[in-house]
């Protein structure tokens, strides 16, 4: 039956294999000419400071869109990502405020996560078993988990300064900072996930005909759990290195609209939103064009908010050559 499987996938992805590079290329296509645009119009562009911002800015964004990514190639949608970031950056400095030396540190890095990721098993609950509709079912979430971080935490700032749990987000190895080593790391662990292992596959297969890849033996819903999983526990991931560099918990503001972020990156990316793809390393590349767009907004004085119509519009452009290219 695996080895049935896995030449089903290998069927369908030999086409798909050609179809990444020429739509990864699009994208570095598209990022260059920012870059570029920059170069000859955007004061101060070169500079070590102006690299590290655009950078260390769009950490939380590819880690989110990672697990995005997951959730998207089995034909679904979490909208529930920023919830998820608020729930793990409210309960991690409640551990390392009480509990302290290296077991509160230890806690509150691991508790939070799990939360999180709790969060996601919900989520895929209600996909795989009720059999509700992926952006309904992520919708509950979107709007409940904001309130439950709130709740945990009184409605109030957790304000603090702790080296040792903020190093995930301050550190820094060689003169790099450590996020965005992490970052990188985790899109090379999870671009292998995708290419190489069988669940990839299965992601793959699930989200391009789920029935079809039922009946031929595939887990579907353990593959849709996985994801679902996965994606809250990386939001979890993001929430910490978001109050890290804040040094402040407000879970009325943690990972607010990083869902648009998210998936903004994931279509940029190439990644169909429909399913049966996924591109880590596009999601990576259009995380950095969203970012590099905001950033020339910003400093050619186009409001913040204009940014927000602009990613909507990404959203739809994405989409539509998606469809062309389909």
Request: charged content about 10%; aromatic content about 6%; some cysteine.
């Amino acid at each position: 039956m695996i080895d049935d499987t896995q030449r089903a996938a290998q069927i369908v992805h030999a086409p798909a294999r050609k179809k990444r590079g020429v739509a990864i290329q699009r994208e570095i296509v598209v990022l260059v000419a920012m870059i570029v645009f920059n170069l000859l119009f955007t004061p101060h562009f070169v500079s070590l400071q102006t690299f590290n911002v655009n950078l260390t800015q769009v950490v939380t964004i590819v880690i989110v869109g990672i697990g995005m990514t997951l959730v998207v190639a089995t034909g679904g949608i979490d909208l529930s990502v920023g919830a998820s970031m608020a729930i793990a950056g409210a309960v991690a400095p409640m551990l390392f405020m009480n509990i302290a030396g290296p077991p509160g540190i230890a806690l509150a890095f691991t508790l939070p996560i799990v939360a999180a990721a709790l969060c996601g098993v919900f989520n895929g609950l209600l996909v795989t078993r009720l059999r509700v509709q992926p952006i309904v079912a992520t919708l509950v979430l979107f709007i409940a988990g904001r309130g439950i971080a709130q709740v945990v935490t009184d409605g109030s700032l957790q304000a603090f300064s702790n080296p040792a749990f903020q190093w995930i987000a301050l550190g820094k190895v060689a003169g790099v900072p450590f996020q965005i080593l992490l970052m990188l790391a985790l899109v090379a662990v999870f671009t292998w996930i995708v290419r190489k292992t069988l669940f990839g596959k299965y992601l793959l297969v699930t989200g391009g005909n789920e029935d079809a890849a039922y009946l031929s033996g595939i887990p579907t819903v353990r593959v849709k759990m996985i994801a679902y999983t996965v994606c809250a526990a990386l939001a979890g991931l993001a929430g910490l290195i978001s109050i890290s560099v804040n040094s402040s918990s407000d879970a009325n503001v943690i990972g607010l609209g990083v869902e648009l972020d998210a998936i903004a990156a994931v279509a940029v990316g190439g990644t169909a939103l429909t399913g049966g793809k996924a591109y880590i390393t596009g999601t990576l590349i259009g995380a950095l064009i969203i970012q590099l767009l905001r950033y020339t907004l910003l400093a050619h004085g186009i409001p913040d908010a204009a940014a927000l119509v602009l990613k909507a519009a990404i959203i739809i452009v994405a989409v539509y050559v998606q469809r062309k290219r389909g």
